[in-house]
């Protein structure tokens, strides 16, 4: 049953924990409801705002319309030769969903294990870790039209996926909320060790021939190792991106810090490591009021308990130019700011 609330606490449902208050809240379950809410009033005289698991927001004040919390839940899958569709629905959360697809020995989520969130941000981010990304499994979305209240489904061409992007974040923002996620998997697995020190943790655990839940468990164990858990201090995960820039721009970079941390990406730009960055200018494990960078990932920003979204903004407005000052390179931030 569709309820609107009033003036709601927003602590529960961001991992930063910032408390500010939504003047109105309604969870979805299902379309039928997402649909119903949408020939209110209501969607028509206050301004929106879509979240799933919270995590990647920061609230520097109260929202000042509707929130609307998607929860829709279900997973099923279709096997075809080698390859298995599973569908999930937008509010499953995104470990549940790994940890059913490594169940079932379907192969293609195990290095995305423990990213938090739900699966239905997963392609507007085009979430990735560990070599990689969501747009590598990614089949098809189906999304509600704000404007008419069509059900369209989104195939890989059409999302425009970029690192950490999608047509979701750009030209259809706003304008569609991701109801069902289908992914293209497999059911004979291509393991993935190259990347991090996935194996490096296998070699420990006595592993050469690992199978996804061994991958997936390594991952995990070396995420636990870096990354605090957002139910015992509040955080985001990733608060930056890695920077991607041009080659004659690394040669300006590398001329100076030669032992800086780099990738090379596909489209020969080269893409730069912004923990390792952040921790050279003196941020990692730096303690600024009620916030600060977690002591074993300076990528992470954290709320040490009491932050406000503010002041974790103005923290990371800090880091941003001490990153500029040292290295000519400008941080993006990765958690939208609200």
């Not at 969903?97 to 059913?100: P, R």
């Not at 991952?219 to 636990?224: D, N």
């Not at 015992?232 to 608060?239: L, Q, R, V």
């Not at 407005?317 to 130019?321: F, H, N, R, T, V």
């Given at each position: 049953m569709?309820?609107i609330?009033?003036?709601?606490s927003l ?8 408390d ?13 409801d997402?649909?119903a809410?949408f020939?209110?009033d209501?969607?028509k005289?206050?301004k929106l ?19 609307v919390?998607?929860?829709?839940s279900?997973i ?7 390859t298995v569709?599973?569908?999930a ?7 549940d969903?790994?940890?059913?697809c ?26 990735g ?11 098809s ?5 704000i404007?008419?209240g ?13 690192y950490r992007?999608s ?6 923002k ?16 291509v ?7 996935i ?9 050469e021939?690992p ?7 390594a ?6 190792s ?5 139910s ?8 930056f ?5 041009e ?6 970079v ?13 489209d020969?730009?080269?893409k ?6 952040i921790e ?5 494990g730096k ?6 960078t977690w ?13 406000s979204?503010?002041e974790?903004?103005?923290?990371s ?5 001490s990153v500029?000052s ?13």
């Open positions: 569709l309820q609330q009033q003036n709601i602590k529960p449902f961001n991992t930063f924990g910032i500010v208050k939504a003047a109105f809240f309604a969870e979805i379950f299902n379309v039928e997402l649909k809410l020939n209110k209501i969607t005289t206050q705002l879509v979240i799933g698991g919270g995590s990647n927001i920061l609230f520097t004040q109260d929202y000042d319309g509707l929130v919390k998607i929860s829709i279900g099923e899958s279709l096997i075809e030769g080698n569709k599973v569908t629905g937008a509010g499953v959360v995104w470990n969903f790994v940890n059913y490594v169940a079932h020995n379907f192969a293609g989520t195990e290095n995305l294990s423990l990213i938090p969130g739900t699966v239905g941000a997963s392609p507007v981010q085009n979430i870790a560990y070599g990689v990304e969501l747009k590598d499994i990614f089949h979305c189906t999304a509600f039209e404007e008419t069509n059900i369209k489904t989104f195939n890989y061409d059409d999302c425009h996926f970029g992007e047509i979701f974040k750009g030209d259809l706003g304008k569609y909320i991701i109801t069902s996620v289908t992914f293209n998997l497999k059911t004979e697995a393991i993935n060790t190259s990347y991090g020190a194996e490096t943790e296998l070699q420990k655990r006595g592993i021939k199978n996804i839940a061994d991958v997936s468990a991952v995990s164990h070396i995420r636990v870096k990354l605090p858990d957002p015992t201090i509040g955080n985001a995960g990733s608060f991106k890695n920077p991607v820039i080659k004659y721009e690394f040669a300006d590398v001329s100076n810090h030669p032992d800086v941390v780099h990738y090379p990406t596909a020969g730009k080269v730069l490591a912004a923990g390792w960055l050279q200018c003196g941020y990692k303690i600024a009021g009620n916030t600060g002591k074993n990932q300076a990528l992470v920003l954290v709320n040490h308990g009491n932050a979204g503010t974790i903004f103005n923290f407005e800090q880091i941003i130019d500029k040292t290295f000519g390179v400008t941080l993006e931030r990765e958690v939208n700011i609200l």
